[in-house]
Structures are given as structure tokens and as C-alpha cells.
């Protein structure tokens, strides 16, 4: 008898860590998943070397080459369903300056040009709508869900005058033209995965 309750108070332990470990994995909160998703937002020659920033604003791990990794979005109950949800992101100094004053509400002030990585892309904006992240079913207009691409982050907003901000033709093409947060979207292969009817005809 005694036997077989150690025996079943095994069973039910080994169950329940395995319900938890599996828990993690799918949800995306823990620290081994967000460093993960987090840096392979860049190429692994930067995102290995980067700081890795948590969805609670501690630092996973410090890094060596300048560059940081974090979410863009915050992180819902339970946790992010993949990095694509995360809006997983590897920036330079002066790009996180420019992240900073977005999640602020501030004019970006950059020293020089700034650039992130979004290998994993995001949930979407509308193109000229700073803070409708997330926001596919609200009806905005120019909505785009991004698959792979980089942003160029300027210091001069004025920079970017020429440059065109159609997004279907697969050219690279401005977002928030007008507003303080303008940049530069460059798309890499997979951009239009998430929304096919965008892609060039
Ligand atoms: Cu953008």
C-alpha cells in the first residue's frame, strides 16, 4: 500500500512538472523563451552577442556588441503565443533611443541613424497611425501585418522626404510619414507572409 502511494505521488509530481514545463513552452514567458524568440530577431551573428531585455524590463542576459534585444509589445496573461506575437526586436543605441520615445510618447532623439531587426515581424500597424499596434480587425486602412523585415530609424525625419510609403510594391517604404515617429520599413524575404493580398501582383 505503501508502495503504491510513493508510487502514484510520482506519478502525479512527474505530471504535473511536465504539464508546467510544456505550459512554458507554449505561452512564451519564461526567461529561456524570451531570450530565445527575443534574439533570433536578428541574424545570430548580432542576436547571440546582444543584452536581452525581459517583457518586465529586467535584463535576461548582458551582452557584448552594443545591440538589444526585447519585446515590442507588452506581454498578455499567460504569456505570448509565438515571437511573432512579441514583436521580438534587436535594436542599436540609437535605436533604442527611438523605442524609448515611442513607448513615451516623446520626440525621438537620435545621434545618429538607428536600425532594428525584426526577423519575426509584428502583429501590424496602420502605415500611418503611430499606436494602432495589434489593431488588424479595427477597420484602419492602411493596416499591415509585417513578416521579416529591418527598420532604418532617422535621425533627420526629413531624410526619408523621397522616399515612397507604399508598402505593397516590396521596395522599402516609409511608415508614420508626417509624425514624429517616421522611418524607414525595409522588407526581407517572408515580409508579406502574414498578409498574402499586400505582396506585389
Ligand atoms: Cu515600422
Redesign the pocket.
Known amino acids: 500500500m505503501k508502495t503504491m502511494k510513493n508510487s502514484l505521488f510520482t506519478l502525479i509530481l512527474t505530471l504535473s512538472v511536465s504539464i508546467l514545463a510544456h505550459d512554458n513552452h507554449l505561452h512564451g514567458n519564461s526567461d529561456e523563451w524570451q531570450i530565445k524568440a527575443y534574439t533570433s530577431a536578428a541574424p545570430a551573428f548580432i542576436g547571440d552577442h546582444a543584452t536581452v531585455i525581459s517583457d518586465a524590463g529586467k535584463v535576461l542576459r548582458q551582452g557584448t556588441n552594443g545591440w538589444t534585444c526585447r519585446n515590442l509589445v507588452p506581454m498578455p496573461d499567460g504569456g505570448f503565443a509565438d515571437a511573432h506575437a512579441s514583436a521580438a526586436a534587436c535594436s542599436d543605441p540609437n535605436a533604442v533611443a527611438w523605442v524609448e520615445a515611442y513607448i513615451a510618447d516623446k520626440t525621438p532623439k537620435l545621434e545618429s541613424d538607428g536600425w532594428?531587426w525584426?526577423k519575426h515581424g509584428?502583429l501590424g500597424?496602420d502605415?500611418f497611425k503611430p499606436y494602432t499596434d495589434g489593431q488588424k480587425d479595427a477597420g484602419h486602412k492602411h493596416y499591415i501585418e509585417?513578416g521579416a523585415?529591418m527598420?532604418l530609424m532617422p535621425k533627420d525625419p526629413s531624410s526619408l522626404d523621397g522616399q515612397t510609403t507604399d508598402y505593397t510594391t516590396g521596395a522599402p517604404y516609409v511608415?508614420?510619414k508626417g509624425t514624429k515617429f517616421v522611418?524607414?520599413?525595409i522588407p526581407l524575404e517572408g515580409y508579406y507572409d502574414y498578409q498574402p493580398e499586400a505582396a506585389p501582383k
Open positions: 532594428i525584426m509584428d500597424v502605415n509585417s523585415h527598420m511608415m508614420f522611418h524607414l520599413m
